[in-house]
């Protein structure tokens, strides 16, 4: 097994990073067929248009980094190409919206994804267009005051919000369930730059965290979006875990490891909310299959009877963020839910033999030989033991 490029600093990291790039290897790649992707919505009654173009995609993504995820890394693209994908994005955008959401496959401020003169080509392409204000998704370690007033300047002031992936706010967690190498200090730093720059900070947080049980998800989950807020973030956004084929996270759901979170869990995060916090500042995204994404196995769902109406009740959130709705979902009866609370307390919680028997299968699954694991599970055991009253979520 090798590991040439990677940035590992532990047998764990290494031993992710490898069955993250072997899971991905061979699956399909959205970006080579096609230079951009976008769709369109109502939030909050603004009309918001979402576009991505097509780079060579995620460095983290491209190391192994986030079981979960499949962004979507391609083959590798010059400027001209990416320059002439963003173009034919804008192209095909047919009126103005009030806010448009104009990002890579990636991570829009990571120079070795976005040169610095793909990036000022797209901040004059963007400053040529009327729609009234812009944003884009970046990791947080890609966030300096100077690019952010670079792009307001050539923005015209019309940079209104940047959207960072945080998770889950708990370092232990991002690396060893998630194999994502995340400082929280630099997150939260990102978050004061770009409040200073008077731009808003977005913050995404995961719900279904794997290796997990519900009720530790929900309570996972529920201080993630927390830790956000303490850290003045402008907004947060809950993202139920949709299942993406050729990632280490189908591989674990295929066989019985992961359970996927249902709408229920979502909603329940939602639910513990309520007296404490702006609804308006709690958005909701991929809660709805998204059947003209490629690669997605398992999206969050309930059942057949209930679903249409857990929809709807969502998609109004959704346009119109009000408490109300959550109730009118949490009032909903369906066999689904009772059988969904059964799941709570039946799922497995967090343990490090859980953690063990996962790493193992997937070491079995993608390392024909398992030499790795074999050769270093006693020293990934004790990294664990070391780390587990952090990973069990205590502070
Ligand atoms: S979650 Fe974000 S950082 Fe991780 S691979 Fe996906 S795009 Fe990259
Ligand atoms: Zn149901």
């Not at 790039?21 to 699956?27: A, P, T």
């Not at 079981?67 to 002439?84: A, H, L, S, V």
């Not at 956000?228 to 280490?248: G, M, Q, S």
């Not at 070491?363 to 033991?385: F, V």
Request: net charge neutral; proline share 3%.
């Amino acid at each position: 097994m090798t590991t040439e490029g990677l940035s590992i600093n532990s047998p764990v990291t290494q031993l992710l990073s490898y069955i993250g790039i072997e899971s991905r290897r061979n699956g399909y790649q959205y970006w080579k067929d096609n230079q951009y992707a976008m769709h369109d919505c109502t939030c909050m009654g603004e009309s918001w248009g979402f576009v991505w173009f097509r780079t060579s995609g995620c460095i983290q993504e491209r190391r192994g980094s986030c079981i979960y995820c499949k962004y979507g890394t391609g083959p590798f693209f010059n400027d001209e190409q990416i320059i002439d994908g963003f173009k034919a994005a804008l192209s095909g955008i047919t009126k103005n919206y009030d806010f448009l959401f104009a990002s890579s496959s990636g991570s829009l401020l990571d120079i070795r994804e976005v040169s610095q003169d793909v990036y000022l080509n797209y901040l004059e392409l963007l400053s040529l267009t009327d729609h009234n204000s812009f944003g884009f998704e970046t990791r947080c370690e890609t966030i300096s005051s100077e690019r952010i007033r670079q792009t307001q300047e050539k923005l015209g002031g019309r940079l209104r919000q940047v959207f960072m992936g945080l998770e889950i706010a708990n370092e232990s967690i991002l690396k060893y369930c998630l194999n994502k190498q995340q400082n929280l200090d630099r997150f939260a730093g990102a978050i004061k730059i770009l409040a200073n720059e008077g731009v808003s900070s977005c913050v995404n947080v995961l719900v279904g965290i794997p290796f997990y049980s519900i009720e530790e998800r929900i309570q996972l989950s529920f201080e993630s979006v927390k830790w956000a807020f303490d850290n003045e973030a402008y907004r947060v956004f809950l993202f139920p875990i949709n299942v993406k084929d050729h990632t280490p996270l189908s591989f674990l759901f295929g066989s019985k490891l992961y359970s996927p979170p249902s709408l229920w869990e979502m909603i329940e995060v939602m639910k513990l909310f309520p007296d404490k916090i702006d609804e308006k500042k709690i958005g909701i995204s991929w809660y709805r299959p998204h059947k003209d994404v490629p690669g997605i196995i398992h999206s969050p769902i309930t059942c057949r009877k209930c679903n249409a109406d857990v929809l709807n009740l969502l998609d109004k959130y959704d346009k119109n963020p009000q408490f109300s709705y959550i109730q009118q979902l949490s009032n909903i009866e369906c066999s689904c839910k009772n059988k969904w609370n059964e799941d709570k307390s039946a799922l497995k919680c967090f343990s490090v033999d859980y953690l063990m028997e996962s790493y193992q299968e997937l070491s079995k699954r993608w390392d024909k030989t398992n030499s790795y694991y074999i050769a270093n599970h006693e020293s990934i055991r004790n990294e664990l033991k070391a780390m587990e009253k952090k990973l069990k979520g205590y502070k």
